[in-house]
């Protein structure tokens, strides 16, 4: 099994933490907070871990990113998993959905044979939701997206895939990519075994020439014209009462008094 | 694809009829299309679906394409991408739309990345530039944090659309288009999943997305037994009961109930949430609603930056006196 997983600035860090440089159409990170793993990516190993608890197998996982810190890339393997994959390039940055996938495609291809890739649902700093399924559309092979359960049945991929009303059982043939949402529940602590184990795990980092891409190829297919934060005009009505009930009742008369109710 | 020309939208179906979304985009797309000075066509797929292509042409569509196969029964990405593929290679067009569904989520990057194209997921809005007649894509980025407007390199312009960013015209009877019909031609023996069944979970009451009035509850209810209380209001107020991610998370709500970035996403008459501290995620998904109420006991929470209407204060003192004074004023 292979996973991928993307360092990403913390999405639960404060909102007021977070700042558009408009000018270079970048986020700025936010001083003192450290980087995450992409939660739907945690899930996503989660997934391949549930797999492994209960039929054995190896997990590999891929991220590809600059600046990647150690004691968060590790969490991967000090949550279970057994090889670690970093594509670290310079050249390499910051790239759209498109051409991340082509990256990935190779590394996985490098990487040779598996039965299962999982990717989160979307990364949660872009949230573009494209590169699991660009991915699975490179490499050829089915994929099944926002998974909430995934297990492995006869040989066969068995997933409950997330839609408005409920769920769909879908059964899929592998090699396959199934991309993982956040019904799947949380994903587990490492133990401090697990993070003694880490240590001791294989950790393998490629540039852009070792998985055999070449960076002056990779065209974007869409531009990015704007980043920006809209202002968020009015102010909020607070409610006052002699008690917080007088407050409550003055809140219902104050929504007839503009027919909301 | 020589020239591109003409703006294509995947209209979905729901129990035998076009859907909601379906509406929404031919709305959109006819002004999109109108914009350009081009025809808006729309693709039906699914299986006994022909009788629906009169209905596209009145809600504004030009030409329809339909594409009736049994195997296109239920959505799977492993038929519907190869007959999209093949319509889109048919009608060359300029910009090809798809709703921010389970079905154009799933569909649209694998066709994008098949047709090398680009694509812009779950856009809230989508402009035509007056200089460049380039389709202008903006959305959510960073969990609702920002807004990023994006141009695609190459054609065709492909996007999802949120639910209700687009308006559905009323129904015209009188409009003419034409309709193509196309055959499927797909191999079964190439196709490498297999639907077993839906299983529906039905939230009891009236649906979120259709729901002029949601309560939703956060992290502050403490537990599912606090979800009661909020039941009595939405009682009244013959409202949907809605859930931040937390409470989905924990357990104490079905995760159908979530309203944010990766739930549902609604935008109702009145929205009030009880207990939420207003993570950008969920806010994304609610901040189109006409009037937010929010009731928090925290005055720094981020939900009093969007909401019209606050009270601060524990919900357990403020919600059984609002929801008598509701029913009061109500009645």
């Not at chain 2, 209209?11 to 797309?29: Q, W, Y």
Request: with cysteine; net charge negative; glycine share 10%.
């Amino acid at each position: 099994m292979i996973v991928c997983a993307k360092q990403i600035q913390d999405p639960e860090a404060p909102p007021a933490t977070f700042k558009v440089d408009p000018a270079a159409n970048k986020v700025i990170p936010p001083a003192g907070v450290e980087p995450v793993i992409s939660p739907f990516d945690e899930q996503a190993e989660e997934a391949a871990l549930r797999i492994k608890d209960a039929q054995g197998g190896t997990i590999k996982v891929i991220s590809m990113g600059l600046e990647m810190k150690r004691t968060v890339v590790l969490k991967s393997l000090s949550m279970g998993a057994d090889e670690l994959y970093l594509i670290e390039d310079p050249a390499l940055a910051g790239l759209a959905s498109f051409s991340t996938a082509y990256a990935l495609a190779a590394a996985i291809k490098k990487i040779g044979e598996f039965d299962v890739i999982f990717c989160g649902r979307q990364a949660a700093d872009w949230d573009a939701g494209q590169v699991g399924s660009g991915i699975a559309e490179i490499l050829g092979i089915p994929s099944v997206t926002v998974a909430k359960k995934v297990d492995a049945v006869d040989g066969r991929i068995r997933v409950e895939r997330v839609v408005a009303d409920g769920y769909e059982v879908i059964e899929v043939e592998t090699p396959c990519l199934i991309t993982v949402s956040n019904e799947l529940g949380e994903p587990r602590y490492p133990t401090m075994k697990g993070i003694m184990a880490a240590k001791k795990k294989p950790t393998t980092v490629w540039s852009a020439q070792d998985i055999g891409v070449d960076p002056s190829k990779l065209q974007a297919r869409t531009k990015l014209l704007k980043l920006f934060v809209e202002e968020r005009v009015g102010k909020c009505e607070m409610m006052e009462g002699e008690t917080i009930e007088e407050a409550a009742a003055n809140l219902a008369l104050r929504l007839r008094e503009v027919k909301v109710i | 694809m020589a020239e591109n020309k003409g703006v294509v939208i995947l209209a979905e179906t729901l129990d035998g009829k076009l859907s909601p979304a379906a509406l929404e985009l031919l709305g959109g797309g006819r002004g999109l299309a109108d914009e350009l000075g081009e025809e808006l066509s729309a693709v039906i797929m699914g299986s006994g679906i022909a009788g629906l292509a009169q209905d596209a042409i009145a809600y504004g569509a030009d030409r329809v394409y339909t594409v009736d196969d049994p195997l296109l029964k239920d959505y799977q990405t492993e038929t519907y991408v190869p007959v999209m593929e093949k319509v889109v290679k048919e009608a060359s067009p300029n910009i090809v739309l798809m709703g921010q569904t389970a079905i154009g989520r799933d569909l649209v990057p694998r066709l994008a990345f098949r047709l090398e194209a680009g694509a812009s997921m779950d856009c809230i809005r989508l402009e035509i530039d007056p200089e460049t007649k380039l389709l202008k894509q903006t959305r959510a980025v960073y969990g609702g944090n920002a807004l990023a407007t994006y141009v695609s390199e190459v054609k065709p312009q492909m996007a999802t659309v949120r639910a209700k960013v687009m308006d559905a015209l009323p129904r015209d009877d009188s409009r003419k288009g034409e309709v193509v019909t196309i055959d499927a031609g797909l191999d079964p023996s190439k196709i490498r999943t297999k639907f077993i069944e839906k299983v529906k979970e039905e939230v009891v009451g009236i649906k979120l997305e259709d729901a002029d009035v949601v309560v939703s509850g956060g992290r502050g209810m403490g537990d599912a037994e606090g979800f009661k209380e909020l039941e009595k209001l939405a009682g009244v107020l013959r409202a949907a009961v809605g859930s931040s991610r937390p409470p989905c998370d924990q357990g104490w709500v079905p995760a159908s109930m979530q309203v944010g970035l990766t739930g549902k996403i609604v935008s109702p008459t009145l929205y009030i949430a009880v207990g939420i501290s207003g993570a950008a995620q969920h806010i994304s998904g609610m901040s189109g609603s006409k009037n937010i109420v929010a009731i928090n006991k925290d005055a720094e929470a981020n939900i009093f930056k969007v909401a019209h209407y606050g009270v601060v204060g524990d919900w357990k003192k403020i919600l059984p006196p609002f929801t008598e004074k509701v029913k009061e004023l109500l009645g």
